[in-house]
T-cell receptor
Framework: QKEVEQNSGPLSVPEGAIASLNCTYS??????FFWYRQYSGKSPELIMS????GDKEDGRFTAQLNKASQYVSLLIRDSQPSDSATYLC?????????????FGTGTQLKVEL | GAVVSQHPSWVICKSGTSVKIECRSL??????MFWYRQFPKQSLMLMAT?????????EQGVEKDKFLINHASLTLSTLTVTSAHPEDSSFYIC??????????FGPGTRLTVT
């Protein structure tokens, strides 16, 4: 079982719709959760961080964390073509290499006109 | 968010030569810096973790004598690819973290070894 799992996609949504990206993780003691956006040929850009159960909203983005289910998600409201990118879920915990992020393989999002 | 810079953004070098890549945290002090490599259409691969003033910790399979990392200050880390070969051609990305929280990536350096 991979430590951080994401559906590779592509996930296609029409412009203006809500895009829902999901991520599950295997390490129960994970404490910090991040969503990065990576455009093709570019480096990852941090868009959300979440540390406690529940929802965290920032503009059009909402991160949701459920530690009991070991599940973190990212909702993008009013999706725009410029949101088309690969979204990476990253998790950091305390076991083993607790100092470093473990990344999922990413979900490719395509927002269509 | 915090800003991390990298230099150069791209470099072409001949096989057998060495290349140094600089990574700077511009508006915060980075207690920990990370170096990643990414091949086309593949995931990020962590190469090493470095803390200021300490030796870098390399991931399994990464040759520490080939990829020299120096984290001389809280704002600067360097990666030197020694005796580069075409298979070292990749996208190298540094990342910096202040304290225990968020980690920010530099824009990356595209290395081509001919």
């Amino acid at each position: 079982q991979k430590e951080v799992e994401q559906n590779s996609g592509p996930l296609s949504v029409p412009e203006g719709a809500i895009a829902s990206l999901n991520c599950t993780y295997s390490d129960r003691v994970s404490q910090s959760f991040f969503w990065y956006r990576q455009y093709s040929g570019k480096s990852p850009e941090l868009i959300m961080s979440i540390y406690s159960n529940g929802d965290k909203e920032d503009g059009r983005f909402t991160a949701q964390l459920n530690k009991a289910s070991q599940y973190v998600s990212l909702l993008i409201r009013d999706s725009q073509p410029s949101d088309s990118a690969t979204y990476l879920c990253a998790v950091r915990g305390f076991t083993g290499g607790g100092n470093k992020l473990t990344f999922g393989t990413g979900t490719q999002l395509k927002v269509e006109l | 968010g915090a800003v991390v810079s990298q230099h150069p953004s791209w470099v072409i070098c001949k096989s057998g030569t060495s290349v140094k890549i600089e990574c700077r945290s511009l508006d915060f002090q980075a207690t920990t810096m990370f170096w990643y490599r990414q091949f086309p259409k593949q995931s990020l691969m962590l190469m090493a973790t470095s803390n200021e003033g300490s030796k870098a910790t390399y991931e399994q399979g990464v040759e520490k004598d080939k990829f020299l990392i120096n984290h001389a200050s809280l704002t600067l880390s360097t990666l030197t690819v020694t005796s580069a070969h075409p298979e070292d051609s990749s996208f190298y990305i540094c990342s910096a973290r202040a304290g225990a929280y968020e980690q920010y990536f530099g824009p990356g350096t595209r290395l081509t070894v001919t």
